[in-house]
T-cell receptor, first 115, second 113 residues
Framework: GAGVSQSPSNKVTEKGKDVELRCDPI?????LYWYRQSLGQGLEFLIY????????KSGLPSDRFSAERTGGSVSTLTIQRTQQEDSAVYLC?????????????FGPGTRLTVL | LAKTTQPISMDSYEGQEVNITCSHN???????ITWYQQFPSQGPRFIIQ???TKVTNEVASLFIPADRKSSTLSLPRVSLSDTAVYYC??????????????FGKGTKLSVKP
């Protein structure tokens, strides 16, 4: 079956512009996660959804970052007034439920470059 | 908060067995230990998961001592295609705490011919 998909695969934007990153999880997966990976670094947890609700938003680096999930499926990560330090690969993952024992399936990521 | 510590990098040669150890001194009773593999320009991929003792699948083995304060991922007879970053995770349910599942910087394994 289809895996996790993300769009766009690459995004180049100018400093100060807003960007939207999209994630389509595996069908039937109730949990969805967003991570950020800067060049040569590990994964930084941003936010997760169980269904449409986000119990924990504390990983979002600033109030310029927001995420939503509608219909328990597609999620959008929005970054407002982008800064150069926002440049990174943004990874989305999904799992059956939000549990440390459930395998997370990752998408290919969106590479964001802020000029 | 079960933080993990892994070596930053390891080198090996084709055909050798590679063991990567992860320390998690503050592991909680309900925590499971999970390992992921990440190739360049790809998202991480699940390798193996365990709670205690030994788990083996077609890809790797996971050894967990009785005190569960560490775990060792064992890759038998590595090949060049095993060159990747390996992450050790410890956690249970997210339960509202963003610290329950943390991907650290991982261990960069380089396999040489």
């Amino acid at each position: 079956g289809a895996g996790v998909s993300q769009s766009p695969s690459n995004k180049v934007t100018e400093k100060g512009k807003d960007v939207e990153l999209r994630c389509d999880p595996i069908s039937g997966h109730t949990a969805l996660y967003w991570y950020r990976q800067s060049l040569g670094q590990g994964l930084e947890f941003l936010i997760y959804f169980q269904g449409n609700s986000a119990p924990d938003k504390s990983g979002l680096p600033s109030d310029r970052f927001s995420a939503e999930r509608t219909g328990g499926s597609v999620s959008t990560l929005t970054i407002q007034r982008t800064q150069q330090e926002d440049s990174a690969v943004y990874l989305c993952a999904s799992s059956l439920v939000a549990s440390g024992t459930d395998t997370q399936y990752f998408g290919p990521g969106t590479r964001l470059t802020v000029l | 908060l079960a933080k993990t510590t892994q070596p930053i990098s390891m080198d090996s040669y084709e055909g050798q067995e590679v063991n990567i150890t992860c320390s998690h001194n503050n592991i909680a009773t309900n925590d499971y230990i999970t390992w992921y593999q990440q190739f360049p320009s790809q998202g991480p991929r699940f390798i193996i998961q365990g709670y205690k003792t030994k788990v083996t699948n077609e890809v790797a083995s996971l050894f967990i001592p009785a005190d569960r304060k560490s775990s060792t991922l064992s890759l038998p007879r590595v090949s060049l295609s095993d060159t990747a970053v390996y992450y050790c995770l410890v956690g249970t349910n997210y339960g509202g705490s963003q610290g329950n599942l943390i991907f650290g910087k991982g261990t960069k394994l380089s396999v040489k011919p």
